[in-house]
């Protein structure tokens, strides 16, 4: 099943009589204009899947000599070359747009499956992805907020103000003037330009392969068009900044009771579809701590992140989809001359701020219940009780 949310159907008949069409004509026009979308839809993906294919050449073409190399050249040589190839590999991933990025920062965290040099090259997804141009954020900004930027209401101080760019948006500190004449810190995170096209385009050529795939009987089962489904509704509500904002204002409403867990409060009259403005917060990314910070400060965050975790999945029905170490910063800790954290010394909490909150998700009561139930077996170190539950509960 392809994947469009255009429409394809007939438009509305008009309200004059005469110019209304029978059903009898409008069905082979509904008819026409579906597959005339449909064969739109494969020849964009398969125009898509040329250009990957010469994006990504270089890479399969080396390939095989970077492998031949680690038998035959030292180890220091063949570390060299295989960082080399790594990072012509992560390149083409940025190249490549969004969806490539998002699969990149997927893999830095899966050191289950990949190995310490990839993860390592790869986690520069994180927040170091290509920029767009400054000129490029002031034509969106002047486009999406009018006045309120050519008047000078919110201002960024150019290229300088830049904090980081991820797959979907780039982010700037900047500047907001109050009511009263006063001003306060502000981040405004500004999509890049035509990423959600880009991002659909990879869709369809997902959708294309994966429907090809499904004509053979015996991968049905794997449920790869559904897989597809998913994966374009959590990567496409990225491409929302008012979603991301409402998001942020019901996340902050499930953590208003709590001091440990604070989120950026959006500023809904100044937020787009394009750009994202909410207040600063400032702190020390969560992957800093593992290098410079000691075992016990280690194990108080990550008590209050399982903590928030748990809340989010158990107590509010509504969790981060993205909390990678580039969304979560820590408070409370002080940086030493010597490049070490410690707690602060003015007695401030210890907290974290969560950032980024487009992917979103929910379960449905009965998902819920059956993960609950899952999840308590696994608590209870009960595995053959697990597994009777995932087979006994899972969708044939």
Sequence with gaps: MFIYRGNIT??????????????????????????????????????????????????IATGPIVLAGHFVLSESRSRELMGKWLDLLRKSFEVAGATFIKLG???????????????????????????????????????DLGDVWRN?????DGTDALLGSGCVAQVYKGALRRSDGSTGAVA?????????????????????LT????????????GLSAAVGEFEKLILDQVDMQREARNLEK?????????????????????????????????????????HADTTVCTAVGEIICDSMLQMLFRHNFCHGDMHPGNILVRGLDRMPDG?????????????????????????????????????????????????????????
Excluded at 152 to 156: F, K, L
């Design 188 to 208: 405004l995170k500004v999509m890049h330009p035509n990423v959600a096209d880009n991002m659909m385009r990879d869709i369809e050529l997902l959708s294309v």
């Design 10 to 59: 007939c438009c509305e008949p008009a309200p004059c009589e005469h110019l209304k069409r029978s059903d009898q004509y409008q069905k082979p026009l509904t008819y026409f204009r579906s597959w005339k979308n449909w064969l739109r839809r494969v020849l964009r993906a398969v125009l898509r899947a040329l250009y990957l294919s010469v994006l990504f050449s270089p890479c």
């Design 251 to 291: 996340f902050r409403s499930n953590f208003k009771h709590s001091a440990e867990v604070s989120l950026p409060r959006p500023f809904m009259e100044h937020t787009t579809r394009q750009v994202l403005v909410e207040t600063f917060a400032d702190g020390i990314p969560v992957s800093e701590l593992l290098l």
């Design 340 to 396: 070490t954290l410690r707690r602060s010394a003015d007695g401030e909490r210890l907290g974290v701020t969560l950032l980024d909150c487009g992917i979103v998700t929910e379960l449905s009561d009965v998902d819920q219940q059956n993960f609950t139930d899952v999840f308590s077996s696994i608590v209870q170190r009960d595995g053959a009780l697990a597994g009777k539950l995932i087979y006994e509960r899972s969708r044939k």
């Design 152 to 156: 000078g209401t919110i201002t960024v």
């Design 105 to 143: 920062q997927w893999g830095s965290m899966r050191r289950d499956i990949f190995p310490a040099a990839f993860c390592a090259e790869f986690a520069k997804l994180v927040d170091g992805t290509l920029p767009h141009s400054w000129d490029t954020t002031c034509r969106i900004l002047e486009e």
């Design 211 to 222: 429907s090809t795939l499904e004509l053979v009987p015996s991968l049905r089962w794997l």
